[in-house]
């Protein structure tokens, strides 16, 4: 009984072994005169060629299409893209602690800044108004002390508070 066993072992090692080596890829042996013969089409293959010349020479590509390109980019670039207003830093700083003042403090904003320096900015943008007009409302309506009603400009109604 001993035998037969290691008899049944020996051979599932033989045709496990066999099985495995036909998984495994034998070597290859190529014959000098054999080659690799890949059927394309011709607009393909040209298609193909000339992408490995433009990879070669990329940078001599870009060149040439950015001086065939140029009129057409510049002009699009012109008439896409609105100008920046050119500000300096210190101008946009004080807008935006106007604004601010505008928002929080109207009165002060309208005796700081509209009556004493006459930069109404603000109010002139925000409620559509002349300048006249602006320090005529903080005159009349902001800064006055009296109960009477004052005229209220129509961009009040029609717009929030900055």
Known sequence: MKFSSSKLVIATLLSASSIANGFLSAPVTTSPSSSTVLFLEDWVADMIDGE??????????????????????LSRMETDFVPVLEMDGDGFRQQRKDRLMAEKDPAKYCADRC????????YEDFFELSPEQV?????????SEEEEPCDIPDGFYDKLMP
Do not use: P
Not at 60 to 73: D, S
Not at 115 to 122: K, L, M, P, W
Not at 135 to 143: A, G, M, P, S
């Open 52 to 73: 490995l010349v433009r990879q070669s020479h990329k940078k001599e590509y870009e060149n040439e299409w950015m001086e065939k390109n140029r009129a057409a980019v």
């Open 115 to 122: 009556i004493t320096t006459g930069h109404c900015d603000v």
């Open 135 to 143: 320090i005529e409302f903080c005159v009349d309506c902001v800064l």
